[in-house]
Nanobody
Framework: QVQLVESGGGLVQAGESLRLSCTASGHIVSISTMQWSRQAPGRLRELVASITTDGNTFYADSVKGRFTVSRDNAKMTTHLQMNSLKPEDTAVYYC?????????????????WGQGTQVTVSS
């Protein structure tokens, strides 16, 4: 079964750090750009960071200088290191990525999303 699974969320105080991880599993051939998004209650989902297969990164202005995205292609994993957390970072964080994978003998391509992990930052 092909899936993305996030981990690492939790409750922290303002100024503290968290490290999120997202690992792909299944008969995966390749993973394109991996992205982290977040959705706070009552707000639209927003892109936080992304990283290409070559390691090129993008960050939303709201997290630049505080968050760092990385990936380990061999382990099919991406991490989001979040430092100097603020209460406004509170949200459910999701990773997603276009995956190429085998389903039986067929090669398929689809965008997958993880189930999300809650990050809560108290003031």
């Amino acid at each position: 079964q092909v899936q993305l699974v996030e981990s690492g969320g939790g409750l922290v105080q303002a100024g503290e750090s968290l490290r999120l991880s997202c690992t792909a599993s299944g008969h995966i051939v390749s993973i394109s750009t991996m992205q982290w998004s977040r959705q706070a209650p009552g707000r639209l989902r927003e892109l936080v960071a992304s990283i290409t297969t070559d390691g090129n990164t993008f960050y939303a202005d709201s997290v630049k200088g505080r968050f760092t995205v990385s990936r380990d292609n061999a382990k099919m994993t991406t991490h989001l290191q979040m430092n100097s957390l603020k209460p406004e970072d509170t949200a459910v964080y999701y990773c997603n990525a276009p995956l190429s994978y085998f389903s039986g003998s067929s090669l398929r391509h689809r965008d997958y999303w993880g189930q999300g992990t809650q990050v809560t930052v108290s003031s």
